[in-house]
């Protein structure tokens, strides 16, 4: 089965802190995926990364950015936390190929203060 | 540009009765469907998907969806529902040509079952 982990499950952050969100899948997948997840919004895609050292921005970028240094492992990076960054932060990873099946992780629920 | 409706925010239903979850989207050409479901807590695991050929699909834990390109809707179905389908679920589309790995997903219908 597909494993994707997220480094943290709950996370409290203060206004203004550099934040670092992990994930890794254990598939040896190309494609992964930040998403956060907001009441009534659904999913929105942050960023995604097709290969290694490879980005490209999603729907709402704005105020994040990623690394992908290996394979397995898809980092988030909140450069200076904000209050309206308070949400549910989704990581997924799939193989290549056009809309393979996306395989989603616990979810880290981050409180900015 | 892609887009997905769920029109139905919250749902209530009876364990055993039947449950339907509306699915709209707009996209111009033949799209990709999904569903996924999300249990309290949870992360997002895949119920169903559509690429092509038979317009009813089967899924995961007794679910089916119905491709209607007529109506632009991809519907979600199960016929008798336990009390472990209380959940959110998420509709997907995709297969923009130049978006190939982006999904869109909808707002989400969370589902009550009451005993």
């Known amino acids: 089965d597909v494993k994707v982990t997220q480094s943290s499950r709950y996370l409290v952050k203060r206004t203004g802190e550099k934040v670092f969100l992990e994930c890794v899948q254990d598939?040896?997948?190309?494609?992964m995926f930040w998403y956060r997840q907001d009441p009534g919004l659904g999913l929105r895609l942050i960023y995604f990364s097709y290969d290694v050292k490879m980005k490209e921005k999603g729907d709402i970028p704005e105020g994040y950015s990623v690394s992908r240094e290996k394979k397995e492992r898809f980092s988030l990076i909140l450069e200076s936390a904000s209050t309206n960054q308070t949400s549910m932060y989704l990581c997924?990873?799939?193989?290549?190929?056009?809309?393979?099946?996306?395989?989603f992780g616990p979810g880290t629920r981050l409180l900015v203060l | 540009a892609q887009s997905v409706t769920q029109p139905d925010i919250h749902i209530t239903v009876s364990e055993g009765a039947s449950l339907e979850l509306r699915c709209n989207y707009s996209?111009?050409?033949?799209?990709?469907l999904f569903w996924y479901v999300q249990s309290p807590g949870q992360g997002l695991q895949l119920l169903l998907k559509?690429?092509?050929?038979?317009?009813l699909v089967q899924g995961i834990k007794g679910f089916e969806a119905e491709f209607k390109r007529s109506q632009s809707s991809f519907n979600l179905r199960k016929p008798s529902v336990h009390w472990s389908d209380a959940a959110e679920y998420f509709c997907?589309?995709?297969?923009?040509?130049?978006?190939?790995?982006?999904?869109?997903f909808g707002a989400g219908t969370t589902v009550t079952v009451r005993a």
């Open positions: 598939m040896d997948h190309e494609n």
């Open positions: 559509y690429f092509s050929g038979d317009t």
């Open positions: 996209y111009g050409a033949t799209p990709y």
């Open positions: 997907a589309v995709g297969g923009v040509p130049s978006n190939d790995y982006k999904l869109s």
């Open positions: 997924a990873s799939s193989s290549s190929g056009t809309q393979e099946t996306q395989y």
